[in-house]
């Protein structure tokens, strides 16, 4: 594992020579759960329901906000568990570290209707469509907060954000000065980390390094899945303000290697990203973003590089506008195989969007945003992605809206261009005609604050559904199509009731219908399981409790509907913590299913996951 023990070297110096030479760092005060009221978390500021900064109580969006503290408090080590938090989410371990994550249907371990941005930097991959959850990774601690949208989001974001977009957003250079330090052990997993942060000309920066260790896990019949891993991960973020402008640059190096036998899987990539933002005057702001990532892993080396502008205009009478466009180039490098193939094995990808969004004030408490995306892929070229989208402000603390948008999933490399076996004759000859799938989703929602203790979102949705994936017979071989229809529909709601100072609950509760079928005189050769995987319901409740003299007791409780098409029955998991927090210290015990000897989450071959410990210590000076 020489890459990665060189990026954890490198980070560590990193680290102490910033350290020596920046000086002692400020105290920076925590801001405590209990010092918010819900009214104030329901103003919490997003941005990627509009693209503009904007309060959670008046986003048309069903939008669910995992805060940092929601982060810490949960005990969550991975971005998966920490999306765990988010009701209008399905998360299923598959393995140690392979998750499924979906929102309103077709779930898999690359659910690909589900579009995940980091900063803005989409790790959505071309080759396969979906995320590779085990590839991404970042100090929970740096993490601001996580939007979670639940429905279409095609207008801003493009092509693929179907069902959903999640966007990670960490927090600034100037908000992270000071030395972070702190190391967990527990029953399936280990590790520590370190960041420290300061001023750099006229700015603030800061660098992490992270490593961790992840334990095999068994299957339900007791043998060792070797799908454990190791991995080194270190990065930097800088955040300079000068006048009117603002400037950003962040990135990442990594470095894993799996358990496998005799082949362990490695995986490596790094990343950089630089955004520019400037106040035209006026209300007027312009912005600039590019970034470069690359990621290698056995057989495949991707690269990526994307820029984008946004041009957000004030008020001008009753609309305000923002428009925008982006460029992407991907270049992908796959080493066949004779079990499947990707042909040709080089390709480089290209695509380029223009959108515009306007909204529009109808009245004192009626609003209504018009928005349209054109995005061009190097498949089935222009798709046009157009989105309505109106709110009613009933009272102050109650919002009515509703939406109509038409949204995409392109065709990847795993659609056109996947041959098995990887040698002639083939069974399955890609799929050289297929269309973008296509989604037409309607919405109704309300979001409201019900008391200064208690507040509601709730939203009805309806997808129709055309062009889903199948696989046909075709002359000589299978061919990837386009032959199966029908829709989803459901509903999803969670609340929030703060029941003392110290003391809050959050429910969640999401019910999906899903009615697919193959197109009259067509056929699907693919298992059911390949459709997606979704249970009817799940729900899950939340206890954070503030218990005095720095004690916490946390208590997360989920249950999740049987997948049907896998076998998997229905399980309700118990995870709780313990914790001590000082003004330089913080001490937790996190117990994971609790009450539960042993579930499955995914299937087939997948983990059984079983009672686990962690304890977790974290400096700060």
């Not at 929970?140 to 999640?166: F, K, M, Q, Y």
């Not at 520590?192 to 334990?215: L, P």
């Not at 799908?227 to 270190?234: I, K, V």
């Not at 984008?308 to 466009?325: K, M, N, P, S, T």
Request: net charge neutral.
């Amino acid at each position: 594992m020489g890459v990665a023990s060189h990026v954890w070297a490198a980070a560590c110096v990193f680290v102490a020579a910033a350290q020596a030479a920046d000086g002692p760092p400020p105290v920076l005060a925590a801001r405590e759960l209990s010092d918010l009221s819900l009214e104030q978390l329901s103003n919490v500021v997003i941005s990627t329901v509009s693209g503009r900064a904007e309060p959670l109580s008046g986003a048309l969006g069903s939008v669910h906000v995992i805060s940092g503290e929601d982060i810490r408090r949960s005990g969550a080590t991975s971005l998966p568990e920490a999306l765990r938090l988010a009701p209008n989410l399905q998360v299923a371990q598959a393995g140690a570290l392979g998750y499924a994550i979906t929102a309103r249907g077709f779930n898999g371990t690359l659910a690909n209707k589900l579009l995940v941005l980091m900063d803005g930097r989409s790790i959505y991959t071309p080759t396969f469509s979906g995320v590779f959850w085990e590839a991404h990774d970042l100090l929970l601690d740096d993490v601001e907060r996580i939007e979670v949208i639940s429905g279409p989001g095609g207008v801003l974001w493009g092509a693929n954000a179907v069902n959903g977009v999640i966007n990670i957003i960490t927090r600034s250079a100037a908000s992270t000065r000071g030395t972070l330090a702190g190391a967990a052990a527990g029953t399936h997993e280990s590790g520590a980390f370190a960041r420290y942060g300061g001023h750099i000309a006229d700015g603030s920066f800061r660098v992490y390094a992270k490593q961790w260790r992840w334990k095999n896990l068994e299957d339900e019949g007791g043998t060792e899945r070797r799908d454990g891993s190791e991995r080194l991960q270190a990065g930097f973020r800088g955040d300079w303000e000068r006048g009117r402008a603002a400037f950003t640059v962040q990135g990442d190096v990594y470095a894993s290697e799996g358990n496998q036998t005799p082949n362990p899987q490695a995986l490596h990539g790094a990343n950089v990203l630089a955004r520019w933002r400037h106040d035209l005057g006026n209300g007027d702001a312009l912005r600039v973003q590019a970034y470069y990532d690359r990621t290698s892993r056995e057989q495949q080396h991707l690269y990526i590089a994307d820029v984008d502008v946004q041009h957000a205009l004030a008020r001008r009478g009753a609309h305000r506008v923002l428009w925008g466009a982006g460029l992407r180039h991907s270049r992908d490098r796959i080493q066949n195989s004779a079990a499947l193939a990707l042909i040709p094995a080089d390709k480089d990808l290209r695509s380029w969007n223009v959108y515009l969004v306007d909204e529009i004030a109808l009245g004192r408490n009626l609003d209504l945003s018009v928005g349209a995306k054109v995005d061009h892929n190097s498949y089935t070229g222009a798709e046009f992605l157009p989105s309505v989208r109106m709110g009613w402000r009933l009272t102050p603390q109650h919002l009515l809206w509703g939406a109509g948008s038409r949204a995409v999933r392109t065709p990847s490399r795993f659609d056109r261009e996947l041959f098995l076996p990887g040698n002639p004759p083939f069974l399955l000859a890609g799929g050289p005609e297929f269309e973008s799938e296509v989604a037409n989703v309607y919405e109704i929602g309300y979001r409201g604050q019900l008391s200064t203790d208690a507040s509601l979102s709730a939203t009805a949705f309806f997808h129709d559904l055309d062009k889903v994936r199948t696989v046909g017979p075709g002359p000589g071989a299978a061919r990837v199509e386009n032959n199966r229809e029908g829709h989803t529909r459901g509903i999803e709601t969670w609340g929030a009731l703060r029941v003392t100072d110290g003391w809050r609950l959050q429910a969640g509760y999401t019910h999906l219908d899903t009615r697919l079928g193959v197109k009259p005189g067509q056929v699907d050769l693919q298992p059911p399981q390949n459709i997606g995987s979704d249970p009817r319901s799940w729900w899950n409740l939340r206890s954070t409790h503030d218990l005095g003299g720095g004690w916490e007791f946390d208590v997360l409780a989920r249950h999740h509907g049987a997948l049907a098409n896998r076998g998997v029955p229905s399980y309700t998991a118990v995870d709780l913590r313990v914790g001590w927090r000082a003004p330089a210290l913080d001490v937790s015990l996190l117990l994971q299913n609790l009450f539960d000897p042993g579930h499955v989450e995914w299937a087939p071959a997948a983990a059984q996951l079983e009672r686990a410990a962690l304890v977790k210590v974290t400096l700060r000076f």
